[in-house]
Nanobody, 115 residues
Framework: QVHLAESGGGSVEAGGSLSLSCTAS????????VGWYRQAPGKQRELVAT???????TIPDAVRDRFTISRDNAKKTVHLQMNMLKPEDTAIYYC?????????WGRGTQVTVSP
């Protein structure tokens, strides 16, 4: 069974930074796309950033200039560096392995940005 362990959430003031990490317990980690999604209260889950096994990233315009995703296949870990955080970034952030539709999910980590 695949397990995704997220860490790094917390509370920060607007303009601050947080770094999230997610380590997977899977033998063929390097073959998967991995990424982060988030869900704010009352809103649908949305893409934050993904990175393919080849290193291609997908980051929506809303966060592209502020967030960076990277992966370390040797450590089976994906990182999300979030800078210049805004109150609208407040959400539960979920790690994903293998794609949104059929992939695996972490339990989520709360990110709260105060004005």
């Amino acid at each position: 069974q695949v397990h995704l362990a997220e860490s790094g959430g917390g509370s920060v003031e607007a303009g601050g930074s947080l770094s999230l990490s997610c380590t997977a317990s899977v033998s063929s980690y390097s073959t998967y796309s991995v990424g982060w999604y988030r869900q704010a209260p009352g809103k649908q889950r949305e893409l934050v950033a993904t990175i393919t096994r080849g290193g291609t990233t997908t980051i929506p315009d809303a966060v592209r200039d502020r967030f960076t995703i990277s992966r370390d296949n040797a450590k089976k870990t994906v990182h999300l560096q979030m800078n210049m955080l805004k109150p609208e970034d407040t959400a539960i952030y979920y790690c994903n392995l293998g794609g949104e539709r059929f992939g695996y999910w972490g339990r989520g980590t709360q990110v709260t940005v105060s004005p």
